[in-house]
């Protein structure tokens, strides 16, 4: 089957929210030699957002969304161990913290990011949704130096970044992390104008920019240098 074929029936299994069909085309995408990648950021990816864009306009409601993203999410189980065979694999051991801000449930876009870094070889601490500042800035305090991986999908929850960025500063840890941002909402723009240290628009680039981030910090305390590769 061609590649466009499978992506036009990814498009119509995610409008359908059929969580069989979504794992049976993961499996036939594999077993077809496109890669999990491929199938998530050409596939899976903008047939939820055609799906977001129809609710967006009325033409269907929040539990038709559900079904949709539960299909997408029954997908990347199937996806998510050859995504980690395919990363780059430093295995440096510098930690990456990611989460979605408070008062956002969105978690799919999060967890994609989530199991790319760990693919490329860097210990991922995945916080999960609608995480409270707290536990980040404590996250930084048990681990030390390391990457911070902030999602957000909602304009509402956007400004939470800035407000863990805030109490990052206020609790004396800046110095020692990097914050990365990303979601929907977010731009580059957006990033710069809080402050963050970077920030990535898909799955693979956020791989690439959070590697680029950790390469930059110093080790965490305890970290020796055998470690790195
Ligand atoms: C699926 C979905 C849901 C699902 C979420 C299920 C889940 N377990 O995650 C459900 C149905 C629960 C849901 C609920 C809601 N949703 Co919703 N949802 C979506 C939808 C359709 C897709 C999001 C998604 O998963 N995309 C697929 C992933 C792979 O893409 P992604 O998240 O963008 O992630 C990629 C990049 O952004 C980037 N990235 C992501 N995170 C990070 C982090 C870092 C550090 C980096 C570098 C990069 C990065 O890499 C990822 C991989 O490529 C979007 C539409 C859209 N255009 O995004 C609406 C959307 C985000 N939702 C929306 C809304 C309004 C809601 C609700 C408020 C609806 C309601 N009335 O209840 C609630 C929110 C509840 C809450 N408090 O959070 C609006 C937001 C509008 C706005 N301007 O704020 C959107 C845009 C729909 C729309 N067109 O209006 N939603």
């Given at each position: 089957m061609a590649a466009n074929d499978i992506y036009e029936e990814i498009m119509q299994c995610i409008a359908d929210g059929d969580e069989d069909w979504a794992r049976e085309l993961a499996q036939k995408?594999?077993?077809?030699?496109?890669?999990?990648?491929?199938?998530?950021?050409?596939?899976?990816?903008?047939?939820?957002?055609a799906v977001g864009e129809r609710w967006d306009t009325g033409s269907i409601f929040l539990p038709e969304m559900i079904l949709s993203a539960d299909a997408m999410k029954a997908a990347v189980?199937?996806?998510?161990?050859?995504l980690q065979e395919a990363g780059g694999g430093?295995?440096?051991?510098?930690?990456?913290?990611?989460?979605?801000?408070?008062?956002?449930?969105?978690?799919?876009?999060?967890?994609?990011?989530?199991?790319?870094?760990?693919?490329?070889?860097?210990?991922?601490?995945?916080?999960?949704?609608?995480?409270?500042?707290e536990l980040?800035?404590?996250?930084?305090?048990?681990?030390?130096?390391c990457v911070i991986g902030l999602s957000a999908l909602l304009t509402t929850t956007m400004?939470?970044?800035?407000?863990?960025?805030?109490?990052?500063?206020?609790?004396?840890l800046r110095n020692q992390v990097r914050v990365a941002v990303g979601g929907a909402p977010v731009t580059q723009a957006f990033a710069d104008e809080i402050g963050a240290d970077g920030y990535a628009e898909d799955g693979m680039s956020a791989m690439h920019l959070i590697q680029e981030l950790a390469a930059g910090l110093d080790p965490a305390p305890g970290e020796s240098m055998s470690k790195v590769a």
């Open positions: 995408g594999l077993d077809e030699g496109v890669s999990p990648l491929d199938l998530i950021e050409n596939g899976f990816t903008p047939a939820l957002r189980r199937v996806l998510q161990p050859a430093a295995h440096d051991m510098k930690t990456c913290v990611v989460g979605t801000v408070k008062g956002d449930i969105h978690d799919i876009g999060k967890s994609i990011v989530g199991a790319l870094v760990e693919a490329s070889g860097l210990a991922v601490i995945d916080l999960g949704t609608n995480v409270e500042t980040f800035v404590n996250a930084v305090r048990e681990r030390g130096s400004v939470e970044m800035k407000i863990v960025l805030d109490e990052l500063a206020k609790a004396g």
